[in-house]
């Protein structure tokens, strides 16, 4: 069974950039869709970015096109989420989520593996 646990989070200025990673330990990484969630204080977690086992294909939400690329490598167990451009509106902790089914919907329930979750605050 996979465990994920999330790095890279912290504090930035509206407009830069941070690079969140997702390490992947035991299971076989290759078997799961990589997901990056979010949640703000006293909001609901929601989907940020989903990527395909062999990354042919990747989701966003459309808040983030255009700001936010899903990566990953799949030779380092590795998931990546680079955020650039970023706004006070981002703040939240991020997760980083794994699941085998990749033709559900990209939802919250559908994701059975969580990562403890990485801090990201943007500052005006």
């Known amino acids: 069974q996979v465990q994920l646990v999330e790095s890279g989070g912290g504090l930035v200025q509206a407009g830069g950039s941070l690079r969140l990673s997702c390490a992947a330990n035991?299971?076989?990484?290759?078997?799961?869709?990589i997901g990056w969630f979010r949640q703000a204080p006293g909001k609901e977690r929601e989907f940020v970015a989903a990527?395909?086992?062999?990354?042919?294909?990747?989701y966003y939400r459309d808040s983030v096109k255009g700001r936010f690329t899903i990566s990953r490598d799949n030779t380092k167990n590795a998931g990546h989420l680079q955020m650039d451009s970023l706004k006070p509106e981002d703040t939240a902790v991020y997760y980083c989520a794994g699941r085998i089914n990749p033709w559900l919907p990209l939802g919250v329930g559908t994701y059975q593996h969580w990562g403890q979750g990485t801090q990201v605050t943007v500052s005006s």
């Open positions: 990527i395909g086992r062999s990354s042919s294909n990747t």
């Open positions: 035991g299971g076989t990484f290759t078997q799961y869709e």
